[in-house]
Every structure is written in C-alpha cells, then in structure tokens.
C-alpha cells in the first residue's frame, strides 16, 4: 500500500525529496498542489518536473478514496461511492444550499451501534477509515465543488467517536491552515452518544460543533431504537454533553429523527424540550428516511406541531430540510455497495 500523501508530515516530505536530489522549496510546491488546488494525481503539478511527478505517483497515494460512482440529484446534492484500496466501499455527499456548500463525511465502513432505521447500521461494522481516507473525501466534494468547501459535517457512514484517534489526526489537517484551511466552526461531529468519546473530544478543547443523536427522550424507548449493547445512558450522554459545553463554549446539538407512530407524540415532544433545556441544546428534527418502508416520517403537519411544542418552550429547533433523497443521499441512506461483499481486515 502507497503512503497516503494527506497524512504524510511535512518533514518526512522534505526527508524524501532530499533523498531523490530535489530542492526542499518542491514540498512547498506538493503540498499546495494538493490542499490549495486539491490535486488527486502528480500528473496535475504542471510546475514539477516530469520525472519527480512519477516518482511521486510511485511512493504515494494522492486519493484514497476513489469515485466509482457519481449520482446527482438537481443541483441539491451529489453522492458518491467511493473505492478503497483494500475494495470496501464508502459513500459521501455534496450538499448545496444557497450560500453553504457541505461536504458530509463517513469514518467508518458500516456502523457497530445498528440503530434499526440506518441504512449503514444494517450492515455491521467493517473498519475504521484512516485519516486519509476521511480528509480525501472533502477533498473529493470540493474538487467538484470547484475550491474547498464551507462546511464539513461528519454525518456519513460509521459512529465517528469510535474512530477517535483517526478522526482526530483528519480534523486537524482540514483544520490546519497548512492544510485544508478550515475553520473549527465549520466542522460538525454527529455521534450517537458515546459519553467517554464526548469528553474526549472536549478535552482537545477545539470549537467543533458536536451533535448528538438522540432519537428518543427515554431509555426505554431508546433500547428500542438502538438495541445494541454501544447504546449508553441518557443521563450519561448528557452529563458529557453538559462538559463538552462548558469546556468549548459551544451550544450542542440534539438531532432527533422522527418517526410515525414511535417517537412523534406531543408528550415525546415536551420531554426531548426539558432535555433540551437542562442542558441548554439546539434540536435538529429530522424526518425519517425510510431504509425500506418499515420506518416511516410523520405526516408534514405532525413534525410541524412536534417543533411547535419545543418552539413554545422557547427551545430552538428546525426540521432539518431533506436533500438528496431521490439519489438515497439523505441521512440514514448510506452504505455500502450491495452486491460487493464488506472486506474484513485481517484479525489482530
Ligand atoms: N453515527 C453518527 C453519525 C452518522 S448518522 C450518528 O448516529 O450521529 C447521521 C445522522 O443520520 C444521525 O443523526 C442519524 O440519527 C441520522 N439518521 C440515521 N438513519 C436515518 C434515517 N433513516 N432517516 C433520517 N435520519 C437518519
Ligand atoms: Fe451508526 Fe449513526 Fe447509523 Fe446509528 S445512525 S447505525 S450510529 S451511522
């Protein structure tokens, strides 16, 4: 397997062109090519010359995430499936909005905490991504994009806080501004709640926004949306949330999905407001999207009347906007390709 060349510090750059006689001003040139003009190829650094480009392409990986597929829906969203160099699949979405173009990242293959309406919690866990296979997704969207993208959202595949460390080293290359440039306020982690996780990324003590899939406003009906065993407790979830505030100063997330009949009723409503309230949180609704007609969304009018109960208790709330739905882009469709099966890593 090539070195990936977005996780590849600097120095050992420099370290390798002085070993292949090159001037050390080239890294300066290689890493512009590949964070400023988002370059996947050497064949694409015009100012390089024609031998150290393949020398290049010999020892290192320019994307690790390579588009096998391209869906677009309108001009809302693209989706792509990408290859991995060990054959597993991931997907990942452009979301545009008028001023707000989102990159929506995975960080898994496949998801361990199974949540029954997810499309990629169908599919069990497979592996962590690398770094590199996290950071080359946004680069993929923006280069589609045309220049980097405003947004990154870690909504795609897989449970982000358990690929901590991996997530970790990735945010602060699209972060860095010898990386991708990002700012901390432009990123959002989406966890299904992983106490220990939340406190860890607190204690980096960098602003990233963190949203919390809630799903339910009690154990009981929780246990039923994640019967699996990585489902923690409410009261730890949001004791941890309560610290990731007051160590970032930033307002967390509580992102609900709706869903008829189970956790839509104006009583569910009231309690998710006074979670909402005792630690001072957002809530993003979100209509369900069905994997397969066996979860529906509640009726318009009905989401409408469940964010009116926590807008009158003065909780601030949306209902997240659906993108990208007709090209199974939209929250909770991803997975993997289905008539490949998931490569398992080698057992430790
Ligand atoms: N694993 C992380 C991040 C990826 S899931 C997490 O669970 O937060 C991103 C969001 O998609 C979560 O808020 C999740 O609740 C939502 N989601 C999953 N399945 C969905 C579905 N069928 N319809 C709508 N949203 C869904
Ligand atoms: Fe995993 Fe998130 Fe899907 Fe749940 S909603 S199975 S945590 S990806």
């Not at 160099?85 to 199974?114: F, K, M, Y």
């Not at 690398?130 to 080359?136: H, R, V, W, Y």
Request: with cysteine.
């Amino acid at each position: 397997m090539l070195q990936p060349i977005r996780s590849l510090p600097v120095a050992d750059l420099q370290q390798w062109l002085a070993k292949h006689h090159q001037p050390n001003f080239r890294a300066a040139q290689i890493m512009d090519w590949v964070y400023e003009k988002l370059a996947v190829s050497p064949e694409e650094m015009s100012n390089l010359p024609k031998e150290l480009r393949q020398d290049l392409a010999r020892d290192f990986d320019f994307c690790t995430t390579v588009p096998v597929e391209t869906k677009r829906d309108d001009d809302d969203a693209v989706k792509w499936l990408l290859k991995l160099h060990d054959g597993n699949t991931i997907e990942s979405v452009l979301i545009r909005a008028p001023g707000r173009t989102t990159a929506c990242i995975s960080t898994q293959v496949g998801c361990a905490v199974r949540c029954v309406f997810c499309a990629t919690g169908r599919q069990g866990f497979v592996r962590n991504l690398s770094p590199a296979e996290i950071i080359d997704q946004v680069v993929v969207a923006s280069r589609e994009h045309g220049r980097r993208v405003g947004n990154v959202v870690v909504m795609g595949m897989g449970e982000p806080l358990y690929n901590f460390d991996h997530l970790n080293l990735a945010l602060d290359t699209l972060c860095s501004p010898a990386g991708l440039g990002l700012s901390a306020r432009q990123v959002t982690v989406s966890t299904s709640g992983i106490p220990q996780g939340i406190r860890r990324l607190a204690d980096q003590h960098r602003p990233w926004n963190l949203a919390v899939s809630l799903h339910a406003p009690t154990d009981e009906l929780r246990a039923r949306l994640i019967p699996s065993r990585h489902r923690h407790r409410l009261a730890d979830i949001l004791a941890a949330c309560e610290y990731y505030r007051s160590a970032t100063n930033r307002m967390v997330t509580l992102e609900y999905v709706l869903i008829k009949d189970i956790n839509d009723s104006l009583e569910q409503a009231a309690k998710l407001a006074s979670i909402a309230k005792q630690i001072q949180a957002k809530v993003n609704l979100i209509p369900c999207n069905s994997p397969d007609g066996s979860f529906a969304p509640p009726e318009r009018g009905d989401c409408e009347r469940f964010l009116n109960v926590l807008v009158n208790r003065r909780v601030q709330a949306t209902i997240r906007r659906r993108k990208g739905f007709a090209i199974q882009a939209a929250c909770g469709q991803l997975r993997q390709q289905t008539d490949s099966p998931a490569v398992k890593p080698p057992e430790p």
